[in-house]
Each structure stands twice: as structure tokens, then as C-alpha cells.
């Protein structure tokens, strides 16, 4: 049997308006994925002082069903993204960095595209300016260089 997790999308989880702190740097490289439907960073990926000074707790903890099982997570962490702009990726233990193409695509008007027979797929935002994209072992990326 199915168990479906509700969450709210990346752009409307609501933090604490009275923590926020600032924007982090990105991670070097973000997975493109359309199996998750919110952006996520890993702790590992920081300093502890960029965690403890730029964490924003969010108004309603999630809790995400993953591969490893039920993961709950209180905190988001404002990020600057080089080609995306700002984005509110919650913060998992031991997670790549992933950014949600089906909210992109669905709620910003972003394109995702990986044509028969291609090496890479394409990624626009919504002025439709293609977003660089690389891919390793068959998983698109978004470097942040």
C-alpha cells in the first residue's frame, strides 16, 4: 500500500518571519530531480556556522517518506541559487542538494525537456533562457559555477 506525505510546495513553506537571516551559497551542483516535490539541501554541504546562523525554522515541521524511511525536518535554509535566484530548500542529515522540476515546471513556469535520443536533457526558466545542465550516470545536474 501507498502512503502519500502532504507538504507545501518550496516557495510557500512558511519559516518564522522573525529568523530570517540571510541567503547561503549554493551547493556546487544541484540534482534536477522530478521525484521530489520540494527543494532540499544536506547539513553535510555547510558549516555549522552557516547552519546555526542562516537556518530558518519552518512554521510546521515535514515529514518527507523517503527511500530511507520517514524523515522529519524542521528547518529550511534560504539559498541564492546563480542561475535560479532565491530558493528555500528544507535541510536533511546525509541528503544531496535536489531541486523540484514538477514545481518549477508546474507553479513557475519553468521547461524540462530530454528528447529521444539526447545526451542531456534541457532546462529553460520561464523567459525561457536555457539553464546550464550537465548529466553523470544518466542523472541531470545543475552546476552552480
Given at each position: 500500500m501507498?502512503?502519500?506525505?502532504s507538504?507545501?510546495?518550496?516557495d510557500?513553506i512558511?519559516a518564522?518571519p522573525s529568523?530570517?537571516?540571510?541567503?547561503?551559497?549554493?551547493?556546487?551542483k544541484?540534482i534536477v530531480?522530478?521525484?521530489?516535490g520540494?527543494?532540499?539541501?544536506?547539513s553535510q554541504?555547510?558549516?555549522?556556522?552557516?547552519?546555526?546562523?542562516q537556518?530558518v525554522?519552518?512554521a510546521?515541521?515535514?515529514?518527507?517518506?523517503?527511500a530511507?524511511?520517514?524523515?522529519?525536518v524542521k528547518?529550511?535554509?534560504?539559498v541564492k541559487?546563480?542561475?535560479i535566484?532565491q530558493?528555500?530548500?528544507v535541510v536533511c542529515?546525509?541528503?544531496?542538494p535536489?531541486?523540484?522540476?514538477?514545481?518549477?515546471?508546474a507553479m513557475?513556469?519553468?521547461?524540462?525537456?530530454?528528447?529521444p535520443w539526447q545526451?542531456?536533457?534541457q532546462?529553460?526558466?520561464?523567459?525561457g533562457?536555457e539553464l546550464?545542465?550537465m548529466?553523470?550516470?544518466w542523472v541531470?545536474l545543475?552546476?552552480?559555477?
Amino acid at each position: 500500500m501507498s502512503r502519500h506525505t502532504s507538504y507545501r510546495a518550496p516557495d510557500s513553506i512558511p519559516a518564522v518571519p522573525s529568523k530570517l537571516k540571510g541567503t547561503a551559497a549554493p551547493p556546487a551542483k544541484w540534482i534536477v530531480d522530478t521525484g521530489t516535490g520540494i527543494d532540499i539541501v544536506g547539513s553535510q554541504d555547510y558549516d555549522e556556522n552557516t547552519l546555526e546562523d542562516q537556518q530558518v525554522p519552518l512554521a510546521n515541521p515535514l515529514t518527507l517518506d523517503t527511500a530511507g524511511g520517514d524523515v522529519i525536518v524542521k528547518k529550511c535554509l534560504p539559498v541564492k541559487s546563480n542561475h535560479i535566484g532565491q530558493v528555500r530548500p528544507v535541510v536533511c542529515d546525509n541528503s544531496p542538494p535536489a531541486l523540484s522540476v514538477g514545481y518549477r515546471c508546474a507553479m513557475q513556469g519553468f521547461g524540462f525537456y530530454w528528447w529521444p535520443w539526447q545526451p542531456k536533457p534541457q532546462f529553460v526558466d520561464r523567459a525561457g533562457k536555457e539553464l546550464p545542465i550537465m548529466v553523470q550516470h544518466w542523472v541531470p545536474l545543475m552546476p552552480e559555477d
